[in-house]
């Protein structure tokens, strides 16, 4: 198994600019989620989703969509890329019904808006 | 909405001393996990705490889940320099594994 893998490692944007950052799982779990790490701090939940066709906000879902048309793939969108949200993203999955419910994060994407 | 605090942010020991990092909810957890984050890695899962009064070891680790069930400590006996990184708690919303609040972490360096 790949486990969690997210494309691209890493992103530059000008400002006003959009892009889709692509997370995939092989492992079959229903639960997948969207974090941005800013230096010195936590993970911030931007949006999550329970299973194929279903997804909601986190705590900083602004400047970010999703779908999840699959459950292999989650892919955020980016809409119209801003400096504030030059971060690490980070994807998870997590296998849904048994616990504990181990988050499995990619690598990360690094991106950078100037 | 729910709050997750950590201290100390930053630590820093000489290898061979112990290290201990808290963590506080603003309210009750279902449960509390805890990661690790190497520098320039991504978190990986350590351990999950569920019951009240709950206490885990593993190896040099003992994790420890307070009687109201909001609060949580991660000591570290002996710090090794392999100890280095990150270490977040992250407070699970009981209703949806998916969705979970972590704590801005405690960053630990260790002098050989």
């Known amino acids: 198994n790949a486990g969690v893998t997210q494309t691209p490692k890493f992103q530059v944007l000008k400002t006003g600019q959009s892009m889709t950052l692509q997370c995939a799982q092989d492992m079959n779990h229903e639960y997948m989620s969207w974090y941005r790490q800013d230096p010195g701090m936590g993970l911030r939940l931007i949006h999550y989703?329970?299973?194929?066709?279903?997804?909601d906000q986190g705590e900083v879902p602004n400047g970010y969509n999703v779908s999840r048309s699959t459950t292999e793939d989650f892919p955020l969108r980016l809409l119209s890329a801003a400096p504030s949200q030059t971060s690490v993203y980070f994807c998870?999955?997590?296998?849904?019904?048994?616990?504990?419910?181990?988050?499995?994060f990619g690598p990360g994407t690094r991106l950078t808006v100037t | 909405g729910q709050q997750v605090m950590q201290i100390p942010q930053y630590q820093h020991v000489q290898e061979g001393e112990d290290f201990t990092t808290y963590c506080n909810s603003s309210?009750?957890?279902?449960?509390i996990q805890w990661y690790k984050q190497r520098p320039g890695g991504h978190p990986v899962f350590l351990i999950q705490?569920?019951?009240?009064?709950e206490v885990k070891k593993q190896k040099r680790l003992t994790f420890q889940f307070g009687e109201a069930k909001k609060n949580s400590s991660l000591h570290i006996t002996a710090t090794q320099t392999t100890d280095v990184g990150t270490y977040f708690c992250?407070?699970?919303?009981?209703?949806?594994?998916?969705?979970?609040?972590f704590g801005d972490g405690t960053t630990l360096t260790v002098k050989p």
């Open positions: 309210t009750t957890l279902s449960n």
């Open positions: 998870a999955s997590i296998p849904a019904g048994t616990a504990p419910y181990e988050q499995y």
């Open positions: 992250a407070g699970l919303d009981n209703t949806n594994a998916g969705k979970s609040t």
């Open positions: 705490l569920v019951k009240s009064g």
């Open positions: 989703s329970v299973g194929a066709g279903i997804t």
